[in-house]
């Protein structure tokens, strides 16, 4: 699958795939799509999917400078270099490379809801697809071919699975290996441990602890950088216990991270850079940190 560029070579935003129609820019009437429509008629959706949302917003992903490269977090000016950000400088991450979308708020946290807990699919798709987009920027700027790369889903119970009827991290994947043109690999599985959302942030870390289990089928010998996926990074310990199980099996060269959104710490206040409608100049918004995980 091939992504639409413009004549200067950059993506369009938000992506389309190489000879899909142009949607018109109306914020008032944006054109749904089939799978919207059958949603919306035959399963009661209501509202818009994350790509019209999106536009009617004015959102946009967040550029390389407003979150830290190494962990993902929200930073302002100055705060993030190669060694990382003030958050996570003197800490060892399981992973060297984040890539993420933006802050969980505004369309990303809409769509990760819907998707996760209303079982809305298509707005599933269209948040991954953009992340893919962000992925295949990072490999490229690596010089990462794409057949070097593997996407691996963070796992869900079966049992949450079933509950929620949509295996949410699984369609996040599967968009964003498919507008990456990145294989997607499901070498982990979820054995136990009670959701992220029903214990407190200082728990999360011993929640998590040996939930995750390589497959006995699934080698990732020859990829060399593997991309483990997640809709929100909170605490981060969900990752960090996937990254634990992932590399266990010996065979993992290089391990990166995405995510759709990333919360911030309760009370943080993230800076905010206006493009050239705002005048390049930038203000501080609230971000209230909510359990996701």
Excluded at 189 to 200: C, D, F, H, K, M
Aim: hydrophobic share 40%; with cysteine; net charge positive.
């Amino acid at each position: 699958m091939l992504v639409e560029q413009d004549s200067s070579g950059g993506f369009v935003w938000p992506p389309r795939v190489l000879g899909e129609p142009e949607e018109s820019e109306s914020a008032a009437a944006p054109r749904l799509g089939m799978l919207d429509v059958l949603e919306t008629q035959l399963l009661g959706r209501v509202g818009l999917a994350f790509r019209a949302c999106a536009r009617i917003e004015g959102w946009a992903p967040d550029a390389a400078g407003a979150y830290c490269q190494r962990c993902g977090g929200s930073v302002g000016p100055y705060e993030s270099d190669g060694e990382g950000c003030p958050a996570c400088r003197t800490k060892r991450l399981p992973w060297e490379r984040a890539i993420r979308l933006g802050a969980y708020t505004g369309p990303i946290r809409q769509a990760v809801l819907d998707l996760k807990f209303h079982g809305w699919r298509q707005t599933g798709k269209e948040l991954g697809r953009a992340l893919g987009v962000r992925v295949g920027e990072a490999l490229d700027r690596a010089q990462i071919e794409r057949t070097e790369a593997a996407i691996v889903p963070v796992p869900t119970h079966w049992q949450r699975r079933l509950g929620r009827g949509v295996d949410h991290t699984l369609i996040l994947a599967r968009a964003c290996g498919r507008a990456a043109r990145v294989h997607v690999r499901q070498v982990l599985t979820r054995v136990g441990g009670a959701s992220q959302l029903e214990v407190p942030s200082s728990q999360r870390v011993r929640n998590v602890a040996g939930v995750f289990r390589r497959r006995r089928r699934g080698s990732l010998e020859g990829v060399r950088v593997v991309i483990l996926l997640d809709d929100v990074r909170t605490t981060g310990a969900t990752l960090r216990a996937a990254s634990r199980a992932l590399v266990s099996g010996g065979d993992v060269q290089r391990l990166w991270v995405a995510t759709a959104g990333v919360t911030n710490a309760r009370g943080r206040r993230e800076t905010a850079f206006l493009g050239e409608e705002g005048g390049g100049r930038a203000h501080s918004v609230s971000i209230v940190s909510e359990n996701v995980d």
